[in-house]
Structures are given as structure tokens and as C-alpha cells.
């Protein structure tokens, strides 16, 4: 049922403070935009989606603390990530935890409410280098 990561959505009463936080943190800029309400960057190895959305189209009281599901990405460098969230304002959700060999975790609050995860995940990168191989 379900095939793979392919977007993930934030929100922000502050839309244009939010899409030159993530310029800034992705260091691209995003790709596709609905005029006041809507930004997209695509981000990684598959181009995954990255949305951010104005506070006002949320589901969800935007006042709440920040709960519910976190969306990992996965960062080959986990201590420079944590450092460079931390360096543009990001408050920490959950510090960095071992999950197990190959899997470690953390998470941040970004500065307009959304749980931002991180991630070393050598799955991640043992099913990259084989569609890498399958490719050669």
C-alpha cells in the first residue's frame, strides 16, 4: 500500500520567512509556487517533496505545540546537520539517539512550528548504491 516517501508538508503563519529559512538551510531555492500560500523544493538523491504551506490552509491549530508524526530525511553527516539547524535557529524536538546500528536519529522545531527529523540511515544508502548499480 505504501510505495515510498514522496511529500512532506509544513506549515507557517509567516510564509515568506519560512521559504527563506529552508532557501537558506536546503540552499536552493524552491521550484514551484502558488502565489501567497504555497512553495515547493524538491530535495535529495529522488527529488522528494518539501512543501510549505501559509498557516491559515492548516488543518490544525496553528498555536498547539508541535506533535504527531515526524518525516526523517536522511543526512550523511548527522552532527553537521544537527549543527547547521541549530546555527539558523532550529529548537531540539528530540536530541540525537541511536536507533540502532546504522540508524540514528534527532529532531528540531523549526521556527515556524514543524517537527523537522533527521537522519543517518544506512538502509538509505545501501538501497541508493543499488539502484546505482542496477543503473551501470
Not at 77 to 86: G, H, P, Q, V
Not at 89 to 105: M, S
Given at each position: 500500500m505504501l510505495r515510498g516517501f514522496a511529500t512532506v508538508t509544513y506549515f507557517a503563519d509567516d510564509l515568506d520567512a519560512a521559504k527563506a529559512w529552508y532557501a537558506e538551510l536546503l540552499g536552493i531555492e524552491a521550484y514551484f509556487e502558488v502565489a501567497g500560500g504555497y512553495a515547493e523544493f524538491r530535495v535529495g538523491d529522488y527529488g522528494h517533496e518539501l512543501g510549505l504551506v501559509k498557516g491559515s490552509w492548516a488543518p490544525h491549530d496553528m498555536?498547539?505545540?508541535?506533535?504527531?508524526?515526524?518525516?526523517?530525511?536522511?543526512?550523511?553527516?548527522?552532527?553537521?546537520?544537527?549543527?547547521?539547524?541549530?546555527?539558523?535557529?532550529?529548537?531540539?524536538?528530540?536530541?540525537?539517539?541511536?536507533?540502532?546500528?546504522?540508524?540514528?536519529?534527532?529532531?528540531?522545531?523549526?521556527?515556524?512550528?514543524?517537527?523537522?527529523?533527521?537522519?543517518?540511515?544506512?538502509?538509505?544508502?545501501?538501497?541508493?548504491?543499488?539502484?546505482?548499480?542496477?543503473?551501470a
Open positions: 498555536s498547539a505545540a508541535p506533535g504527531g508524526q515526524i518525516a526523517y530525511w536522511h543526512v550523511d553527516d548527522l552532527d553537521a546537520a544537527i549543527e547547521r539547524l541549530t546555527a539558523l535557529g532550529a529548537e531540539e524536538h528530540e536530541p540525537k539517539t541511536v536507533r540502532g546500528d546504522g540508524f540514528v536519529t534527532a529532531s528540531f522545531v523549526d521556527p515556524f512550528g514543524n517537527v523537522l527529523g533527521v537522519m543517518f540511515n544506512q538502509h538509505y544508502l545501501d538501497v541508493l548504491a543499488g539502484a546505482a548499480e542496477a543503473r
